[in-house]
């Protein structure tokens, strides 16, 4: 076993995963897979979320109304919730270096024809094709779940989904920066931001083909060499997901990190035309102010995780159902506090204090999810993932109505989710009262071998039986 070990460059368990982790390493092969899953993520999000910053002069050239700008805002992570169905099992079969890799280079094509979309329709059909690429957020966990143990993946869940979740912040900053760049060589605005689309579509490109070329899937080698060599016979798709579906903490965790992840998505797509539309702001200077939302991902997300892990070892799983609740309800009276402040000033602090809090809770849910089944990790991201992306569905179309109230349009009655017919800042304020309520139900999450927020353990802790952690 010790010539084994001496193979990896950072010390390791009986599993062959790293038990440190050292984000600014290279070491192979687990330092390398967080970087390459962090990237790649980091790529899809980048482009995903590079037509919001844009939409003050995509909405001119393609005549989009705001019904049309909310139809493609859900469309987008519809698109998402299909592709992440498939995602965990594919991560399963293939590992996730090939299912990373396939998914990113299937939709590079989709970003590219960004650059010839000329009605509101196809503007609708490509926002919901190019959302099939955050499916990647499934094999960016699974990967780090293979890689690294449970001392230390809480840290390396959270850092890897932050560090990419700050393309979405990225791209505010830098896609009005390359329209105006383009802009500046006497290019005419319509045909300047389809050109400025040619950037996250090679930049998904270069980061898919690095995963496949450099990316290994386990410590010990690549999916199939594992499974040739493995004797231990494997589950059923059906069983796995039955047992997934089963365990009532999955649901809890799943509609927390709706009101976590999904109030960030929905930030991210609506924060840069609401600068722009409720300060009258250009758009350079919105999407700035947008970009700081997102790039507080950098540590805020990998803050949760961390947290997660100390609060855990100081006080078990109790210290990690009470920092997520209490992270999770400051985050929700920050989402209040940003749909009632009037300045431009005060509403730049709150966004950035919220996305702090937001984007911690998601990390910090995330380091709760590994004790929920050990083997099923996979299939827990994937199924709390889809619930984030759901309740994003839901609250997606928070735009401003001010049209409504002066008896204009009634809004699309084809829309597959309500729409609040309220004054945009105060639908984010109802969407933080949303978080504090769903938060509620993490105190109903109690494990018999290690406890919940208000009680210990009901036997022996140290008896902890993997058929449990299947399925009570």
């Known amino acids: 076993m010790a010539s084994k070990e001496s193979?990896?460059?950072?010390?390791?368990?009986?599993?062959?995963?790293?038990?440190?982790?050292?984000?600014?390493?290279?070491?192979?092969?687990?330092?390398?897979?967080?970087?390459?899953?962090?990237?790649?993520?980091?790529?899809t999000f980048f482009s995903t979320f590079a037509i919001p910053p844009l939409l003050p002069i995509i909405r001119e050239d393609l005549k989009l109304t705001d019904t049309d700008i909310g139809n493609a805002g859900i469309a987008s992570f519809m698109g998402s919730i299909f592709s992440r169905l498939a995602m965990g099992t594919a991560c399963d079969v293939f590992g996730p270096r090939i299912a990373c890799a396939t998914l990113s280079l299937l939709t590079v094509p989709i970003v590219f024809s960004a650059c010839?979309?000329?009605?509101?329709?196809?503007f609708i059909v490509l926002r919901f094709l190019i959302g099939f690429s955050l499916a990647n957020f499934i094999s960016n966990q699974f990967w780090m779940s293979s890689m690294f143990s449970g001392c230390v993946v809480g840290l390396a869940n959270g850092v890897a989904a932050g560090?990419?979740?700050?393309?979405?912040?990225?791209?505010?900053?830098?896609?009005?920066?390359?329209?105006?760049?383009?802009?500046?060589?006497?290019?005419?605005?319509?045909?300047?931001?389809?050109?400025?689309?040619?950037?996250?579509?090679?930049?998904?490109?270069?980061?898919?083909?690095?995963?496949?070329?450099?990316?290994q899937d386990l410590p010990d080698g690549n999916y199939k060499r594992r499974e040739r060599s493995s004797t231990k016979p494997r589950e059923s798709v059906f069983k796995v997901l039955l047992h997934g579906l089963s365990n009532y903490r999955g649901w809890v965790l799943g509609l927390t990190y709706g009101y976590c992840f999904g109030v960030?998505?929905?930030?991210?797509?609506?924060?840069?035309?609401?600068?722009?539309?409720?300060?009258?702001?250009?758009?350079?200077?919105a999407g700035?102010?947008?970009?700081?939302?997102?790039?507080?991902?950098?540590?805020?997300?990998?803050?949760?995780?961390?947290?997660?892990?100390?609060?855990?070892?100081?006080?078990?799983?109790?210290?990690?159902?009470?920092?997520?609740?209490?992270?999770?309800?400051?985050?929700?009276?920050?989402?209040?506090?940003?749909?009632?402040?009037?300045?431009?000033?005060?509403?730049?602090?709150?966004?950035?204090?919220?996305?702090?809090f937001v984007q911690a809770a998601s990390g910090l849910t995330f380091g709760v999810v590994p004790f929920v089944s050990k083997r099923l990790e996979s299939s827990d991201s994937t199924w709390l993932t889809l619930i984030g992306y759901c309740i994003h569905v839901i609250g997606s179309d928070i735009r401003d109505d001010r049209e409504w109230w002066d008896g204009g349009r009634s809004g699309d009655p084809a829309a597959v989710v309500f729409r609040l017919k309220v004054l945009q800042e105060t639908s984010i304020s109802l969407m933080g009262v949303m978080m504090i309520v769903c938060s509620i139900p993490i105190t109903f999450i109690y494990f018999p071998q290690w406890g919940g927020m208000f009680c210990g353990p009901s036997y022996d802790s140290d008896w902890v039986d993997e058929e449990y952690r299947l399925i009570e």
């Not at 960030?264 to 200077?285: G, H, P, S």
């Open 7 to 43: 193979q990896f460059a950072l010390p390791v368990d009986s599993e062959h995963k790293a038990t440190v982790f050292h984000p600014f390493s290279l070491a192979a092969p687990h330092m390398r897979a967080f970087h390459l899953a962090w990237l790649s993520l980091f790529a």
């Open 116 to 122: 010839f979309i000329s009605t509101p329709q196809s």
């Open 163 to 215: 560090w990419a979740n700050v393309g979405a912040g990225a791209t505010q900053l830098i896609m009005p920066l390359i329209f105006a760049f383009i802009t500046s060589f006497n290019v005419p605005a319509f045909t300047a931001w389809r050109i400025a689309f040619v950037v996250p579509a090679l930049f998904q490109a270069v980061t898919a083909l690095m995963v496949l070329f450099y990316g």
């Open 264 to 285: 960030e998505l929905t930030v991210d797509n609506i924060i840069a035309q609401y600068f722009y539309d409720r300060f009258n702001l250009n758009m350079e200077t």
């Open 288 to 356: 700035a102010i947008a970009a700081s939302f997102g790039v507080v991902n950098f540590f805020s997300r990998p803050a949760g995780g961390v947290i997660s892990d100390e609060m855990g070892r100081r006080f078990g799983i109790r210290g990690r159902l009470w920092s997520l609740w209490i992270v999770q309800t400051v985050a929700g009276l920050l989402c209040i506090l940003l749909g009632r402040v009037n300045t431009l000033g005060a509403s730049i602090l709150v966004i950035c204090a919220f996305s702090v």
